[in-house]
């Protein structure tokens, strides 16, 4: 029974950087793996002693379908993270169940068929807004707007309602100064921070060095997986700071996140050996 399957999916819509790194270093440590894609029917995931989910980038196309592929694939080996976790992460309604739990995050609109943009804006008054889907991954459907752009933006939200859910938040505006700080936590530590820059529909991502959190920053990433219950093995929490210094979560990526792993080897190996251990 080969050890690990490393969950993609049959057409990537990038390439992975942290593919090769982990592949390499599991082989390395003497363990059998092999990529697996969540979307090939062909795939018998019993034959596995765990499942991690890596890249299964596409599955935003058709949540149901990857709905009830978690339920099968948790009945026949041990997936990871954990499938509470993964359930609870498809839909970014998940930033009002923190908020709830008082984690400071981006404030969100969540919209319908009968939401109405202007009145949102005419309330917050946000003068530069993102609009996306709930269920989205990378920069699917993700636009910045301008209150002088309503008539485009408030096209887009139709766009995106008719085949799923939208949500509206603040264009944060330290981001055009610092980028967002994305914290990558591996087998409960904070292992790293990157700083990435803004990604919209068409765009490009660009990350820096790994660094250590300063500590409101740490403060601010513990603050969010301590609202996480159900066990996690790898998770990336991505900050944004308010114009009062306060950090912001903007997601909590629990599903298929980049690690950067190959900027901070020490988190790599910290997996390997989690692996090791499951």
């Not at 700083?195 to 959190?213: C, L, M, N, Y």
Request: charged share 25%.
């Amino acid at each position: 029974m080969p050890d690990i399957a490393i969950v993609t999916c049959r057409v990537l819509p990038e390439p992975d950087p942290d593919e090769a790194p982990l592949l390499e270093a599991c082989a390395a440590a003497g363990l059998d793996v092999e990529l697996a894609a969540w979307d090939d029917p062909a795939v018998d995931w019993g034959r596995y002693r765990v499942a991690i989910l890596r890249s299964c980038w596409n599955y935003y196309q058709d949540p149901p379908s990857f709905r009830s592929w978690i339920d099968r694939v948790s009945a026949a080996t041990s997936l990871w993270n954990h499938p509470e976790v993964v359930r609870g992460n498809l839909d970014k309604r998940y930033l009002a169940r923190l908020a709830d739990l008082g984690v400071p995050v981006v404030p969100t609109r969540f919209l319908n068929p009968e939401s109405s943009i202007r009145e949102a804006l005419e309330e917050t008054g946000w003068e530069r807004f993102v609009i996306k889907p709930t269920i989205s991954a990378a920069s699917f459907m993700t636009r910045r707007f301008c209150r002088s752009e309503l008539e485009a933006a408030e096209a887009f939200v139709c766009e995106i309602l008719s085949g799923r859910e939208a949500m509206l938040q603040p264009y944060i505006e330290s981001v055009d100064r610092g980028g967002e700080i994305a914290a990558v936590h591996i087998d409960g530590v904070l292992t790293h921070c990157v700083v990435k820059t803004p990604r919209f529909v068409g765009g490009d991502e660009s990350v820096s060095v790994a660094f250590q959190p300063n500590v409101s920053q740490a403060a601010a990433a513990r603050h969010v997986m301590n609202a996480v219950k159900a066990p996690w093995l790898y998770a990336r929490v991505d900050l944004m700071e308010a114009s009062t210094g306060e950090w912001l979560l903007s997601e909590l990526e629990l599903i298929e996140p980049s690690l950067f792993l190959s900027q901070h080897p020490p988190a790599l190996h910290r997996l390997v050996a989690a692996l090791q251990r499951l």
